[in-house]
């Protein structure tokens, strides 16, 4: 079936735009995330959607970042006033989440942001 | 919170070799620990897990194992083949968490 999908897949934008990346997980999958990945670094947590469940967004580095989640499907991540240190791949995946067990997360391919 | 270390952050091996990447936790009540690869350009990919009420698991070539008391779990690779040759994350779910630590990742190279 069809995995995670991303998009862009690559986005170059100036310092000081606002951008705005796109996440269509697996039909079905009540979780959602989203992650950051600088270069050479790990996987950084942003935000965690779990089906109508407010948002834990205590991974967000600062109140530039945002992001929402549409019919408990489609998710955007939105990046105001973008800085250089922004330059990264953002990486969304997710998974089924049964209600005692942790799950399988599935990745998308990521969107590259390099912001100049 | 939860603090994962992981060690080598390159590993150069040739074919047919056996690679371990090794990863410690901090957190004693984690009970979940993933393994994911990396290839250029694509999203992480789960190889394989396991669960804190086990001490090993095994799938043909990979195998990870986990040390409760110790807090470490590792990742084997044996006979390893150039297609082996990537990123590889580990992670670690704390008990009641959906968010994972992520350690920073193991380049390993395999030379033919």
């Known amino acids: 079936g069809a995995g995670v999908s991303q998009s862009p897949s690559n986005k170059v934008t100036e310092k000081g735009k606002d951008v705005e990346l796109r996440c269509d997980p697996i039909?079905?999958?009540?979780?959602l995330y989203w992650y950051r990945q600088s270069l050479g670094q790990g996987l950084e947590f942003l935000i965690y959607f779990q089906g109508n469940s407010a948002p834990d967004k205590s991974g967000l580095p600062s109140d530039r970042f945002s992001a929402e989640r549409t019919g408990g499907s489609v998710s955007t991540l939105t990046i105001q006033r973008t800085q250089q240190e922004d330059s990264a791949v953002y990486l969304c995946?997710?998974?089924?989440?049964?209600?005692?067990?942790?799950?399988?997360?599935?990745f998308g391919p990521g969107t590259r942001l390099t912001v100049l | 919170g939860e603090n994962v270390e992981q060690h080598p952050s390159t590993l150069s091996v040739q074919e047919g070799d056996s690679a371990v990447i090794k990863c410690t936790y901090s957190d004693s009540a984690s009970n979940y620990f993933p393994w994911y690869k990396q290839e250029l350009g694509k999203g992480p990919q789960l190889i394989i897990d396991?669960?804190?009420?086990?001490g090993e698991k095994k799938d043909q070539r990979i195998a990870v194992t986990l040390n409760k008391t110790a807090k470490h779990f590792s990742l084997h690779i044996t006979e390893t083949q150039p297609e082996d040759s990537a990123v590889y994350f580990c992670a670690a779910f704390q008990g009641g968490s959906y968010i994972p630590t992520f350690g920073r990742g193991t380049s390993l190279i395999v030379h033919p």
């Open positions: 396991i669960r804190s009420n086990v």
């Open positions: 995946a997710s998974s089924i989440t049964r209600i005692y067990s942790t799950d399988t997360q599935y």
């Open positions: 039909s079905g999958h009540t979780a």
